[in-house]
């Protein structure tokens, strides 16, 4: 039997699907515990408070759960309530996703930026300071209000119509597109039939890599030679949610078929 303690993962439903895949790719031996937090999606148009007490209640789950580290896989959520629960609970690992801004300064400083991510992350006072660190001049905010959710859903028509609604407008005119919420990267072949050929920013590659680095300085990677295990754990105890995740793991080749 595998007692390695787990990795606790949480998003406000199975966008997060998207940091933990890059996560598996870095440390596929590990365990993970992955809460899809369908109750309370969307995370997006909640306010600050209520961001923090649902965060802090999954944090608390995971804690009993004896997990290592937890990995906050929503930006909406990091944004509103990572400095806060690290506070709380400091003797704890607790690693966030941000948005992919830097990346773009980093890499591709002179090209036209879409960033996307919902409002709460967008109007957030860290997303503020990440903006004007590496503000390259030549950037479109775009709150998406709702889409997390219509992908969340699932309906390919909705996620059409809302993309040729309010991405239209940047057609031709961006060359980079930041990922700013852990939804958005299972959307891209949609983008890019509205947007064009535009390079993505993912803020989960550079995640993984830092959650690897920890773990490695704090002596606490799992040595077996075999494969983790993953637990789906859905708020409202979605079937359909669990198939579609494990679906996608599958489909991107993080996860062995049994
Ligand atoms: N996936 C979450 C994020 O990265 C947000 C979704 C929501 O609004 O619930 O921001």
């Keep these: 039997m595998n007692i390695e303690k787990s990795i606790g993962i949480f998003d406000s439903g199975i966008g997060g699907v998207t940091v933990l895949e890059e996560i598996l790719k870095v440390l596929p031996n590990e365990n993970y515990i992955y809460y899809s937090d369908s109750k309370n999606n969307p995370y997006g148009d909640k306010t600050e408070e209520e961001i923090y007490n649902i965060c802090d209640n999954i944090v608390n789950y995971f804690i009993q759960k004896e997990c290592k580290a937890i990995v906050i896989a929503c930006n909406t959520a990091s944004a509103k309530s990572a400095k806060k629960l690290r506070e709380k ?12 801004y830097k990346m773009v300064y980093d890499f591709a400083y002179d090209k036209p930026t879409l960033v996307m991510a919902t409002k709460g992350t967008i109007e957030s006072e860290k997303f503020h300071k990440l903006y004007e660190k590496y503000d390259n001049h030549k950037t479109y905010l775009l709150a998406c209000k709702g889409l997390a959710d219509i992908i969340e859903n699932g309906n390919e028509e909705k996620i059409k119509c809302y993309l040729k609604e309010n991405l239209s407008k940047y057609s031709g005119k961006v060359e980079n597109v930041v990922l700013g919420c852990t939804h958005y990267p299972l959307i891209k072949q949609q983008i890019v039939q509205v947007l064009g050929d535009v390079k993505f920013f993912n803020g989960a590659p550079n995640l993984a890599k830092h959650l690897k680095d920890v773990l490695l300085e704090k002596n606490l990677i799992n040595n077996s030679e075999n494969k983790g295990i993953i637990k789906f754990i859905d708020s409202n105890n979605s ?12 489909k991107r080749n993080v996860l062995e078929r049994e």
């Design 239 to 250: 079937d359909l949610k669990k198939d579609r995740f494990f679906d996608y793991l599958l």
């Design 89 to 100: 609970y400091p003797e704890k690992i607790i690693i966030a996703i941000e948005p992919a």
